[in-house]
């Protein structure tokens, strides 16, 4: 039950976090979920607790989601690459990533957790990037390393900055972007 009711807690703080950003308050969360604050407190410490948990709730889904990437039948290695560094689990497509520079700004040990989930847990793609370069679908010449290194760079500066915002792209879209520029390149064909 309190596995369970702590789901709900984070489910609500994603839906309150992207209305309010950083500014969300857990009677904002308790209103969402109509529960009392105390019920919220049985499960969570405090805001900087429920961000720590949040991180890894999401990650938690990222992960859960590329193994059905890997999993799904009929995709050619091309295609599971693509949709695995464009993965966002369905109820997350919509959430507001640009929200996370508050974050940074006023709980930098949460942001310093997002960035260490970005650089790691990286071994199924990786793995995939390897056997696409052995197909002959992805070029052999640029280390993999390489290719990783622009992609997560990518992603930490949609976090630290107004670029998505500048071109009035959602995270998703951004993302979906970057894996066409980085797997398509910017010549046009």
Do not use: C
């Amino acid at each position: 039950m309190e596995k369970e009711l702590k789901e709900r807690i984070l489910e609500a703080t994603i839906v309150v976090f992207n209305k309010k950003g950083i500014k969300f308050t857990m009677d904002d969360i308790a209103s969402e979920l109509k529960v009392s604050k105390k019920t919220i407190y049985k499960v969570i410490d405090d805001k900087e607790a429920l961000f720590l948990d949040m991180v890894d709730f999401i990650f938690g889904k990222i992960k859960v989601s590329e193994n059905e990437v890997i999993d799904r039948p009929g995709l050619s290695t091309l295609d599971k690459i693509k949709a695995i560094l464009a993965v966002l689990p369905d109820g997350y497509r919509e959430l507001d990533f640009r929200q996370l520079v508050g974050v940074m700004q006023k709980y930098p040990q949460i942001y310093a957790e997002v960035q260490r989930r970005l650089e790691t847990g990286w071994e199924m793609t990786i793995a995939l990037i390897e056997q696409g370069k052995e197909e002959g679908v992805i070029r052999k010449d640029i280390p993999t390393r390489i290719i990783k290194h622009m992609y997560e760079a990518s992603l930490e500066h949609f976090l630290t900055s107004t670029a998505l915002e500048e071109t009035g792209m959602s995270y998703a879209e951004g993302l979906e972007t970057v894996v066409d520029v980085l797997l398509n390149g910017i010549q046009t064909k």
